[in-house]
C-alpha cells in the first residue's frame, strides 16, 4: 500500500515577492493584502520500502494461438541483378515488388543477416524471419538519378519505397560487394555504400576479385578476403562497423578442409578479420539458429528467382511452407526465449531459455 503525506507549505507571498526585485516592481500597485493570503500549496508522495512488483513471466506475452515454433527454417533469399529484362540471375523491378508483396502478405519479415547467424531473432511474434541478400553489387542495386535522389527501380530504390508503405516490414538487407568499384561506379562507390549502412542495410564480403576457391590456397584466401574487408571497411564511415559476413563467390570452398578456416577467419598485411556468416550459393532454407543442424559457416540460400530454379526457387519454397507450416519458423517474439512445440527437432546448444509447449492446446484456445 502507498500511503500519502501530505505537506503544506504556507509562503507568504510577500517573503517571495521581497526576494524578486523585478516581481516586487511590477505589483508594486497591487493589492498587497490579497497577495499575502495566497498560499501555496505542495502535495508529496514520500516515497517508503514497497515490495517488488511480481516479476512477469515474459512466457505469458508469448500467444501460443499463433503456433510458435522456432525450430522450424529460414530462408535466406538471394538476389544478384534488377533489370528490364527477366533472366537467371535479374528480377525485374515488378517481380521484386511482387516478392516483397508476397513476403509481406504470407508474414515474412526481413531479419538482418548478423541477427539470424548469431540466434537473436527479434522477429515480431507470429512472423516469420527472412534474410534478403544481393551479391555482386551492380549498378542496378543502388542507382542515383540525375537530381542525386535513389532510382526507384533499382533495389534500393524499390525497398525503400516498400518499408516506407510497410513500416513493419524491416529494412534489412545484405548487399555483397566485390571490389573495386562496388555498385557500377568508383565516384559514387563511398557515397553508396555509406548510404546503405545510415539506412540501417549492410554491406556483406564478397572478395576483392570474386575468386573460385576451388583451389587457392590460404594466402590466397587471405587476400581476397581480407584485403576486401579493409577495403570496404576503409570506405564506411560508420566507425564500429564491421564487414564480418561473406558470400563466397560462386559458392566455392576449397578443396582442402583445413583451408576452410580462412574463410572464416584470417589475415591480410597484419590485419585480421572474422567472418560470422559465410553464404554458400545452395538451394534449400536453412535450419533455425537453434536447430543444433544450424552452421553460421555454412548457410545454403534459396534463389529468388522464377527462371530456371528446378522447383527449388523462392516461390517453390513459399509453396511448400503454405503447405507445411509447421516446417517454417515462426517467431515467438522474444529473442531471449526458444519456443518450440513440444517433441520438435533437437535443440543446439544455445543459452537462453527453452519453452515447450503442446501445439494441441494452443490450437483449441
Ligand atoms: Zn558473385
Not at 328 to 344: C, E, H, L, M, R
Request: aromatic share 8%.
Amino acid at each position: 500500500m502507498r500511503k500519502k503525506v501530505g505537506i503544506i507549505i504556507v509562503l507568504l507571498a510577500l517573503v517571495l515577492v521581497a526576494g524578486c526585485k523585478s516581481q516586487a516592481v511590477a505589483i508594486e500597485d497591487a493589492d498587497l493584502t490579497e497577495a499575502s493570503e495566497q498560499e501555496v500549496v505542495v502535495e508529496r508522495v514520500i516515497p517508503e520500502e514497497l515490495p517488488e512488483p511480481e516479476p512477469i513471466d515474459p512466457k505469458e506475452l508469448i500467444d501460443l494461438s499463433l503456433k510458435p515454433n522456432e525450430l522450424g527454417k529460414v530462408m535466406v533469399l538471394m538476389y544478384h541483378n534488377i533489370g528490364d529484362e527477366e533472366q537467371d540471375w535479374v528480377r525485374t523491378p515488378d517481380n521484386f515488388k511482387r516478392d516483397l508483396n508476397t513476403l509481406y502478405e504470407q508474414g515474412y519479415r526481413p531479419l538482418s543477416l548478423t541477427d539470424f547467424a548469431t540466434g537473436n531473432i527479434t522477429t515480431e511474434q507470429g512472423y516469420t524471419p527472412i534474410i534478403i541478400t544481393f551479391d555482386d553489387a551492380r549498378e542496378n542495386n543502388i542507382r542515383y538519378m540525375d537530381d542525386g535522389s535513389i532510382d526507384p527501380e533499382c533495389a534500393v530504390g524499390i525497398l525503400l519505397s516498400f518499408h516506407e508503405t510497410h513500416p513493419d516490414f524491416p529494412l534489412e538487407v545484405t548487399f555483397f560487394a566485390d571490389g573495386p568499384s562496388a555498385f557500377g561506379s568508383s565516384d559514387e562507390e563511398v557515397a553508396k555504400i555509406n548510404f546503405i549502412i545510415e539506412q540501417g542495410m549492410d554491406i556483406g564480403n564478397h572478395t576483392s576479385n570474386h575468386p573460385n576457391f576451388k583451389d587457392a590456397d590460404a594466402a590466397k584466401i587471405q587476400k581476397e578476403i581480407g584485403q576486401q574487408a579493409q577495403n570496404l571497411e576503409d570506405m564506411i564511415e560508420a566507425e564500429t562497423y564491421k564487414v564480418n559476413t561473406i558470400a563466397l563467390p560462386f559458392g566455392s570452398r576449397p578443396r582442402a578442409d583445413e583451408l576452410e578456416i580462412y574463410l572464416h577467419e584470417g589475415s591480410y598485411e597484419g590485419v585480421t578479420y572474422e567472418n560470422l556468416a559465410i553464404l554458400n550459393v545452395g538451394s534449400n532454407p536453412a535450419y533455425s539458429p537453434y536447430d543444433e543442424r544450424f552452421n553460421a559457416l555454412s548457410l545454403p540460400r534459396v534463389r529468388a528467382s522464377e527462371m530456371n530454379v528446378d522447383n527449388v526457387g523462392m516461390y517453390s519454397y513459399l509453396e511448400y511452407f503454405v503447405n507445411h507450416p509447421e516446417a517454417k519458423f515462426i517467431s515467438d517474439g522474444n529473442a531471449q526465449i526458444i519456443t518450440v512445440p513440444a517433441g520438435d527437432g533437437d535443440l543446439g546448444n544455445m543459452e537462453k531459455e527453452i519453452y515447450f509447449y503442446e501445439m494441441e492446446d494452443a490450437s483449441e484456445e
